[in-house]
């Protein structure tokens, strides 16, 4: 019989780091995932010193989970309210849980026994993590990183950044081997530098970026940027998105998806789910994503990504104050953030369409949590697109 403990002491790593952060806590949670498929009717959520536990109710269920239960992490617990019919609001469930949990595990319990279903749960050092679909498909991080790590030294690639939440493990690549230039025009004696000219030098000590070299095209020099993203826990599937790469300080705008992938395979039956159950259907997605993200650095593709950055460097902006409250407040920026961006827009960046995607990529650098910065990356592409209003 197979077990996981309750609420293990484990020593693990999230953030923005390097690449060798993200491999060796890939690894070590390689060890301490549990994943496994129950009916509904063989469990239940239980309050204990103030907290949610999920524990089993009939004895098959105990094969996979111990009598004390194992703790429900928030996105788990959200997972199960949107499950219910009718769903349980997440602001009402968390509120709930936190002040009364009791009343929480009695709602939760009432509704999912009047519609019993297969779930897949997983588990990562003795908590639940994840409440899936028995359909859900499997694509872990660690396959698909080694994957793309793969196809990216093919391609004679470097990884720039890689990022892990509680939801989402993002890697982010480049080649300095193929660029352009765009004709900024705040030129300075900083030309010649790669991740130190304009960038936050916190954020470069912890990544991977790699400072030194010169620039081939100058302060304007700009390279591909491949982002692999993917959830193990049902918060969005898989993709790869290009951009471009701003070499004087390392700030990243993402453009454009080019491949998504949902989670959604053949049901599962019920028990333990192992590594060997990964179907051939799931290795076939990793290849894909290889082949992918090879493509990405492909030169059109990165000329197409250019064109559109000289388009946006064309149209100039003469009221940064208002274009960045615009921002601001279509993005639901905080006013220290929107402070900070108006002082990167004016100080360091063209007063145009692509100098407020830089600023806005450049603000990206402030945060610590990878969800956050990948957000102000997308929305930096967004400027460029055109999809984001700013006047």
């Known amino acids: 019989m197979q077990q996981i403990q309750s609420e293990m002491a484990v020593a693990s790593w999230s953030g923005r780091g390097s690449l060798t952060d993200l491999v060796g806590e890939l690894?070590?949670?390689?060890?301490?995932?549990?994943?496994?498929?129950?009916?509904?009717?063989?469990?239940?959520?239980?309050?204990?010193?103030?907290?949610?536990?999920?524990?089993?109710?009939?004895?098959?269920?105990t094969e996979w989970i111990p009598a004390l239960g194992l703790p429900i992490r928030p996105g788990a617990l959200d997972q199960?309210?949107?499950k219910c019919d009718p769903q349980v609001p997440i602001k009402f469930l968390r509120e709930l849980s936190g002040r009364r949990p009791r009343r929480a595990a009695e709602l939760l319990n009432n509704l999912i026994e009047d519609a019993p279903a297969r779930r897949f749960i997983r588990c990562l050092?003795?908590?639940?993590?994840?409440?899936?679909s028995d359909r859900y498909r499997v694509?872990?991080?660690?396959?698909?990183?080694?994957?793309?790590l793969d196809a990216v030294r093919l391609a004679g690639g470097e990884v720039i950044e890689a990022s892990l939440s509680e939801t989402h493990m993002r890697i982010k690549f480049t080649s300095r081997q193929i660029w352009d230039a765009i004709d900024i025009r705040r030129q300075d004696n900083r030309g010649s530098w790669y991740a130190g000219g304009l960038g936050n030098q916190g954020y470069l000590s912890r990544v991977s970026a790699r400072s030194g070299g010169d620039l081939p095209g100058g302060p304007g020099t700009v390279?591909?940027?491949?982002?692999?993203?993917?959830?193990?826990?049902?918060?969005?599937?898989?993709s790869v998105r290009i951009g471009l790469l701003q070499a004087i300080c390392f700030n990243l705008a993402t453009v454009e998806e080019v491949v998504a992938k949902v989670h959604l395979g053949e049901r599962l039956s019920v028990g333990v789910f192992t590594e060997e159950t990964v179907t051939a259907e799931s290795k076939a997605i990793y290849l894909k994503a290889r082949d992918t993200i090879k493509g990405a650095f492909d030169p059109l593709a990165?000329?197409?990504?250019v064109d559109l950055a000289k388009e946006a460097q064309a149209q100039e902006i003469h009221a940064p104050a208002a274009a960045v409250e615009n921002v601001a407040k279509a993005a639901s920026l905080p006013e220290k953030a929107k402070d900070a961006l108006l002082a990167y827009f004016v100080k360091d960046y063209d007063l145009t369409r692509y100098g407020l995607a830089?600023?806005?990529?450049?603000?990206?650098?402030?945060?610590?949590?990878?969800?956050s910065g990948a957000g102000l990356e997308d929305l930096a592409g967004k400027i460029l697109r055109r999809e984001m209003a700013f006047a």
């Open 125 to 132: 050092d003795g908590s639940i993590r994840a409440f899936l």
């Open 223 to 238: 390279h591909p940027l491949v982002t692999l993203s993917n959830s193990e826990t049902g918060h969005g599937g898989l």
């Open 139 to 148: 694509l872990d991080n660690y396959d698909l990183a080694f994957a793309a």
């Open 302 to 305: 990165f000329k197409r990504m």
């Open 358 to 371: 830089q600023a806005v990529a450049r603000l990206a650098q402030d945060e610590e949590d990878g969800e």
């Open 27 to 61: 690894e070590r949670q390689k060890e301490s995932k549990f994943d496994f498929v129950s009916d509904t009717r063989g469990i239940a959520v239980a309050e204990r010193e103030g907290k949610l536990f999920l524990i089993p109710k009939e004895d098959r269920a």
């Open 80 to 82: 199960m309210g949107e």
